[in-house]
Antibody, heavy 116, light 112 residues
Framework: QIQLVQSGPELKKPGESLKISCKAS????????MQWVKQAPGKGLQYMGW????????TYADDFKERFVFSLETSASTAYLQINNLKNEDTATYFC?????????WGQGVMVTVSS | DVVMTQTPVSLSLAIGQPASISCKSS???????????LNWILQRPGQSPKRLIY???KLYSEVPDRFSGSGSETEFTLKISRVEAEDLGVYYCWQGTHFPHTFGSGTKLEIK
């Protein structure tokens, strides 16, 4: 069955970096783009952007152009989200979701806490 | 960016009652392909979002037929014919026609 399995929770200090993963299984990884979505505690969903899994080209929403990096390890069917120079406002759960438009399968989410 | 406005913010319904959630977009979601990329997802408490409906009215195979979606251009509706206990959670509409994709603010469905 199709699954997106994300890495575990993270506790980081401001200024640090992190890289979370989203491992896909049950389908051909390069057949679907991967998108990333942020959910701050108790808040709604915020679209971060997407990555073309065939070319590796990322496209970011405006709020996520500065410190955020989408990448791939195609041989491992894995997408990554890296956040540099972490800020308190990055505290959130981050989801990966399959497909550029559909978002038909979602990962379980990674809870990231940024605190000094 | 396209603003997605969902109403109501919350619903409290008894099992068996119908539910209706409205989603309005600030721009037409009809794409150049002739398709309208308006989706609905459900986030149950403590879980990741789950797919419900895509392209306005197409149910995913595992979604019960008590769910239905309708609408066009800028006005869309999700209906549940008879609410069941498993339907509780937050419903989001989101559009994939215009970049960046955007989500509604969510409608919380509680079971009385």
């Amino acid at each position: 069955q199709i699954q997106l399995v994300q890495s575990g929770p993270e506790l980081k200090k401001p200024g640090e970096s992190l890289k979370i993963s989203c491992k896909a299984s049950g389908y051909t990884f390069t057949d679907y783009a991967m998108q990333w979505v942020k959910q701050a505690p108790g808040k709604g969903l915020q679209y971060m952007g997407w990555i073309n899994t065939q070319t590796g080209k990322p496209t970011y929403a405006d709020d996520f152009k500065e410190r955020f990096v989408f990448s791939l390890e195609t041989s491992a069917s894995t997408a990554y989200l890296q956040i540099n120079n972490l800020k308190n406002e990055d505290t959130a759960t981050y989801f990966c979701a399959r497909g550029f438009i559909l978002g038909d399968y979602w990962g379980q989410g990674v809870m990231v806490t940024v605190s000094s | 960016d396209v603003v997605m406005t969902q109403t109501p913010v919350s619903l409290s319904l008894a099992i068996g009652q119908p539910a209706s959630i409205s989603c309005k977009s600030s721009q037409s979601l009809l794409g150049t392909s002739g398709k309208t990329f308006l989706n609905w997802i459900l986030q149950r408490p403590g879980q990741s979002p789950k797919r419900l409906i895509y392209q306005v009215s197409k149910l995913y195979s595992e979604v019960p037929d008590r769910f239905s979606g309708s609408g066009s251009e800028t006005e869309f509706t999700l209906k549940i014919s008879r609410v069941e206990a498993e339907d509780l959670g937050v419903y989001y509409c989101w559009q994939g026609t215009h970049f960046p994709h955007t989500f509604g603010s969510g409608t919380k469905l509680e079971i009385k």
